[in-house]
């Protein structure tokens, strides 16, 4: 994505906008006794503020282990990870941790609400932690969410496609920098993928986060802005 300004004689010149994710040459191989698997073998990245890109790629190509390794959830062998002017592969587990908390949402297949926690909590529990709390950001996420009805229940009590909407509520109360998705609607039926995934944009655009999003789903994929193929541990 590009900003367009216009130049003294009046042309467009698109101006380049330093991305929000920037991942150069990353690697990773996960080591057992048995084998040693190189999953990431120079992987490059960008997106920028308020870009949606699906990452794509067979099974097994590396996908997870891409987020994870850009939430900071475990560690690359090598190359960088940036989330905006923060160099993650650089910082400790601690300030990796800060970093998850106060800049990054995460949604994955399994919802991962706290069973324990009403709606309401689940909604609120990651930008409270962060002391990022906004309530009126929160009300409009449960309108557009559609969650208006269901605070006061626990997760057990909803549908996969309720509960998805409220992960995806939770990931964006904090109003991130960066939004990762790992197959965020992998348990839902298509017109409930389809409906989250829709909702899910929208609110990508209104809060201008970078939206990276793991799918097999080529329908979902065409969605975003724009896709990127992960295979044989490369951006194909
Ligand atoms: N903790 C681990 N230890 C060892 N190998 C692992 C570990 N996690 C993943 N792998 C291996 O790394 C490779 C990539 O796995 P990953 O889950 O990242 O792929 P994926 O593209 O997300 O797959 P899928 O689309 O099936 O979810 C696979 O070969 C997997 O077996």
Request: charged content about 25%; overall charge neutral; some cysteine.
């Amino acid at each position: 994505m590009v900003d367009i300004s216009s130049t003294t004689d009046g042309a467009a010149r698109p101006i380049p906008q330093a991305p929000m994710l920037a991942i150069q040459n990353l690697t990773k191989t996960y080591c057992s006794a048995q084998e040693k698997i190189a999953v990431l073998r120079g992987v490059c990245v960008h997106v920028v503020a308020g870009e949606s890109v699906a990452l794509t790629g067979e099974s097994g190509s590396g996908k997870s282990t891409l987020l994870h390794l850009i939430a900071g959830l475990d560690e690359a062998d090598g190359g960088s990870i940036r989330i905006d002017d923060a160099e993650v592969t650089a910082l400790s587990d601690r300030d990796r941790a800060a970093i998850r908390r106060d800049r990054i949402g995460l949604v994955f297949q399994q919802f991962n609400l706290i069973p324990s926690l009403t709606i309401a909590d689940n909604l609120a529990f990651q930008s409270r932690i962060a002391g990022r709390h906004d309530g009126h950001w929160q009300n409009e996420l449960v309108d557009r969410l559609g969650l208006g009805t269901l605070l006061k229940r626990y997760p057990e009590q909803l549908s996969g496609g309720q509960q998805q909407r409220v992960a995806i509520g939770r990931a964006l109360a904090v109003r991130p920098s960066l939004f990762l998705a790992d197959e965020p609607t992998g348990n839902l039926d298509e017109a409930t993928a389809d409906d989250v995934t829709d909702i899910a944009l929208d609110l990508v655009k209104r809060t201008g986060c970078a939206f990276l999003m793991a799918t097999h789903s080529t329908r979902l994929a065409a969605k975003l802005d724009r896709k990127v193929r992960l295979s044989a541990g490369r951006i194909a």
